[in-house]
């Protein structure tokens, strides 16, 4: 007999774009509930690891400087300043926290998941999630449209770029989708040599603005008297300055990606996924490193080109607008120097979405499969970037590529998750008895709360585009859990030695179960139960039975191991009992199990359940429970394809 085969190249294919099914595990990340997972020391040095994250973070230089300077005027370096006081004493202990908590990369979203069963609990992890895919997404097109937008005004390339900068941002976007598809390796190496460069050259330019600050005197003299001439007093500046925080929040972003990306650092040869004391320490090292790095640079960087860049500048149209350090660099360094700076700037930009990738990688996997909200193949790397990317390229085409019709929805990600976290991060400090932290993280939360609103109030348009994503993760999402609702959804079953005798016992002829919904559980029940069953099907009396009872514990799950024990009741009937997020799933799981153990077709007998079977089978899905028998034997038959050697079902 012939049979038909896939042509290598297919399988080729296949292989490839399923190889990341284990390319992501190699740092302890997502294997899947089926896979053994990676040693938790393989990955990468967390100072590399530092420079993925960095390239969102640190790339806010190319920005930040000039939207302080446009919010705050001459208050810019004090804005900033407060800025870093807040990344210091409020993101970073929220987000080490977080890290120690969950240091599989989880994130704040894992944290406030276990608050939570049930179907609310799924729906809010799904709201979280949609925000995190603004955040992410939104970090990706933003870049790449910035990074265009450099390249379109760059006075040398103006001309034969003019209205190019939808084509420019999508092939930027499609690049960044390739280096995932190489190799995540080959992302962290491209990351590193970019940071490396990009602050380096920032260096040389915030270096030469203070030497010119320094050497002429009369800037600071000039700042500090406009100062007290606008503002008074001290205390009027600050005031002033808390007001205007929450639009330089944006300098906030990079964090959640940072935890995101846990489970590439490397950490010790002697972590265990239970137990990864040296991730935790490289991950606390890598936020650490990367907050104090920002938060030098934001200062030094705001404090110079508020003195040295005319206010006008800034403004729309100017030429420092959105670019300060880059026209520091051509005014102070030359057009050579400040055309490598831009070059610089530029390709971080683009690559800024690297990290915000990495996060989606990391975070979308651990939880839509685990919720039967994805279909398999989400496990893998390969095939998610390539959905991630033509979702940053629907993202881009929708927003004609402009970079300040997607600010609103950046912001407004980056605080909701840094809420969620200071929020999570107060709820373990809790529960821990640490009463000092609950305070003090309260507290930041009560701070990122307040700037969330804020940003939320004079930007709404963030909050349409997050709820875009979050409907769109919930459709998509449940429309995944109905197709995938027959599945077996069973990942092991184990029997106690009970239920393995009751087994031994039956195989030696026709292994019979009847499915009881237990009541009362007394004599009378499991009696009337087996009198109707052998009405029903008109069988002998000598025929002996093993009862099934399924007691469904939480029916959002999805995926899980089945535990069966045995027990006999009434010193007469065999009982054995389970628990599951699903009835049917649970049954077809254990006539699957008995028959590969014994060679033997097991027979199990129902009752038709009464009602709507439209309303039964919404229970099945919302609960776990409804129309049993056939849905039971619909998993049986997607299970086993050989009807032959399919367990009989058998309703009365």
């Known amino acids: 007999m012939a049979t038909t085969e896939q042509p290598p190249s297919t399988n080729r294919l296949r292989a490839w774009m399923l190889e990341g099914l284990s390319d992501m595990g190699k740092a302890g990340g997502h294997t899947g509930p089926h896979a053994e997972p990676e040693p938790a020391h393989q990955g990468q040095r967390w100072w590399r690891v530092m420079c993925l994250t960095g390239v969102d973070y640190f790339s806010t230089l190319g920005y930040q400087p000039g939207i302080a300077a446009l919010a705050a005027g001459l208050l810019g370096p004090i804005a900033t300043i ?47 999630l949609g925000f995190a895919a603004t955040d992410f997404l939104i970090t990706i ?147 650490t490193t990367a907050a104090l790095i920002m938060s030098a640079f934001l200062i030094t960087s705001s404090f110079v080109t508020t003195l ?103 912001a407004t990600g980056v605080l909701v998750l840094i809420s969620s976290a200071a929020i999570a991060v107060t709820i373990a400090a809790r529960k821990a008895g640490q009463r000092k932290w609950t305070i003090g993280f309260a507290v930041i939360s009560a701070v990122f709360l307040y700037t969330t609103v804020v940003n939320v109030i004079e930007r709404p348009d963030g909050v349409k585009i997050g709820a875009c994503f979050i409907v769109g993760i919930i459709l998509v999402s449940l429309l995944s859990r109905l197709a995938r609702a027959f599945e077996l959804r069973v990942t092991s079953v184990t029997l106690d030695p009970m239920a393995e005798r009751f087994i031994r016992d039956m195989a030696s002829r026709k292994i019979r179960f009847i499915a009881n919904e237990p009541g009362h559980r007394d004599k009378a029940e499991y009696r009337d139960k087996v009198e109707q069953i052998r009405a029903d099907n008109d069988m002998p009396e000598q025929e ?37 997020s699903s009835i049917p799933n649970a049954l077809a799981a254990l006539l699957l199990h008995v028959r590969d153990t014994t060679n033997c077709t097991p027979h199990i007998y129902f009752e038709w359940t009464e009602g709507n079977p439209f309303a039964n089978f919404l229970r099945f899905f919302l609960f776990g429970q409804g129309e049993v028998a056939p849905v039971t034997r619909e998993v049986l038959r997607e299970a086993e394809p050989n009807r032959e050697l399919r367990p009989r079902v058998h309703t009365g």
């Open 82 to 128: 407060v800025l870093v006081i807040v990344t210091l004493a409020g993101a970073l202990p929220v987000y080490r926290r977080v890290a120690e908590e969950s240091p599989r990369g989880e994130g704040s979203i894992a944290m406030l998941e276990r608050l939570l069963s049930f179907w609310q609990g799924k729906l809010f992890v799904l709201t979280l």
């Open 141 to 287: 097109t933003l870049s790449a449209a910035d990074a265009s937008t450099h390249l379109v005004e760059n006075p040398h390339l103006t001309n034969a770029l003019h209205g190019q900068q939808m084509i420019i941002t999508l092939i930027l976007v499609a690049l960044l989708g390739a280096v995932f598809l190489k190799g995540f390796l080959e992302a962290i190496g491209v990351a590193t040599a970019l940071v490396g460069i990009y602050l380096a050259l920032n260096v040389v330019v915030v270096v030469v603005g203070l030497y010119h600050v320094a050497t002429a005197g009369h800037v600071i003299t000039d700042w500090s008297s406009a100062l007290t001439a606008q503002h008074g007093n001290v205390f009027v500046m600050i005031g002033l300055a808390l007001l205007v925080f929450p639009k330089l929040a944006l300098g906030l972003s990079g964090f959640e990606t940072g935890v995101a990306v846990m489970p590439h650092v490397q950490g010790d040869p002697g972590d265990t996924e239970e137990k990864p004391t040296g991730r935790i320490r490289d991950t606390k090292k890598l936020l």
């Open 308 to 410: 040295l860049i005319p206010e006008n500048e800034f403004k729309t149209g100017g030429q420092a607008n959105g670019r300060a350090l880059a026209y520091l660099a051509h005014e102070y360094l030359g057009n050579a120097f400040g055309t490598v700076y831009d070059v610089s700037t530029i390709a971080i930009l683009w690559f800024a979405g690297a990290s915000a990738m990495a996060g989606l990688l990391n975070l979308m996997p651990r939880y839509l499969p685990r919720y039967g909200m994805a279909p398999h193949w989400a496990r893998a790397v390969r095939p998610m970037v390539i959905v991630f990317t033509l979702i940053a390229f629907l993202v881009t085409w929708i927003f004609d590529a402009n970079v300040d019709a997607q600010g609103g929805a950046y």
């Open 544 to 580: 002996d039975f093993v009862f099934v009872e399924v007691t469904v514990t939480d029916p959002s799950e999805f995926e899980a191991g089945l535990t069966v024990r045995g027990e006999v009741l009434h010193d007469r009937y065999r009982v054995l009992t389970l628990e599951s």
